[in-house]
């Protein structure tokens, strides 16, 4: 097969997104946070290697014993790993939050950041949740937040092929024009929880097989092969 131009690979990205945009045009965030940034922001930084799912039941015990980014900041560490103990990375993230709370409160008024370099100086957070928060709680578009599903349907579908988020992240940048980057995130994560599934794809079933060189004579054995993908 030859090689894909810059420019075809563009059109095909474009494809996609007007598929799932038609698919899925009124994806919202899965994680319940009430419209406060700064519970999107805990949220956020709890979801890492575990299921919003898993986020949402523990959220709602860890508010009624913190409901405030005060509260948090003086939590004893113990109680809030207790709370946080059934999603996994529990003694980290417990950390995170409380310090997260207490840089909140001393550092930005109280006040969650609006910006990309701002919230990158809260502990425990990096790129995908930054452009998460700004994305959901402010409205402002950065760019495109990588998480799992993000990172292996970009690969799945040929749009990268680089080993981690961010270069991830920037590949797609090059593809996509801006005005298409505030939904990708949710879009994907849907489209990976129902139809791209990481270890049994419903190919037969997917929105965009034709678009989707995984789904390809070879492709899609190659693809089977590499639990990765």
């Not at 700064?38 to 508010?63: H, R």
């Amino acid at each position: 097969m030859p090689r894909e131009t810059i420019g075809a690979k563009r059109i095909r990205a474009l494809a996609v997104a007007e598929r799932m945009g038609a698919h899925y045009p009124q994806a919202e965030c899965a994680l319940n946070y009430h419209g406060d940034p700064f519970k999107l922001l805990i949220a956020v930084l709890l979801s890492a290697q575990t299921t919003d799912k898993g986020v949402n039941k523990v959220t709602p015990l860890l508010w009624e014993a913190y409901p405030t980014a005060s509260a948090l900041a003086q939590a004893d560490p113990a109680r809030v790993e207790e709370i946080l103990r059934p999603i996994g990375y529990y003694r980290t993230k417990a950390a995170n939050c409380i310090r997260c709370a207490a840089m909140v409160l001393a550092d930005f008024g109280g006040e969650v950041p609006a910006s990309m370099e701002g919230l990158q100086k809260l502990p425990g957070v990096g790129r995908k949740t930054a452009n998460i928060v700004l994305n959901e709680a402010f409205g402002i578009v950065e760019g495109i937040a990588v998480d799992t599903h993000v990172f292996r349907i970009a690969h799945v579908l040929g749009f990268s092929k680089a080993k981690d988020p961010a270069r991830t992240e920037a590949d797609l940048l090059k593809l996509y024009p801006h005005e298409y980057w505030e939904p990708i995130n949710r879009q994907w994560v849907l489209f990976g929880r129902e139809t791209c599934i990481a270890r049994r794809p419903r190919c037969a079933e997917c929105i965009i097989a034709d678009l989707c060189p995984s789904t390809w004579q070879g492709g899609l054995d190659q693809r089977l092969s590499n639990p990765q993908l």
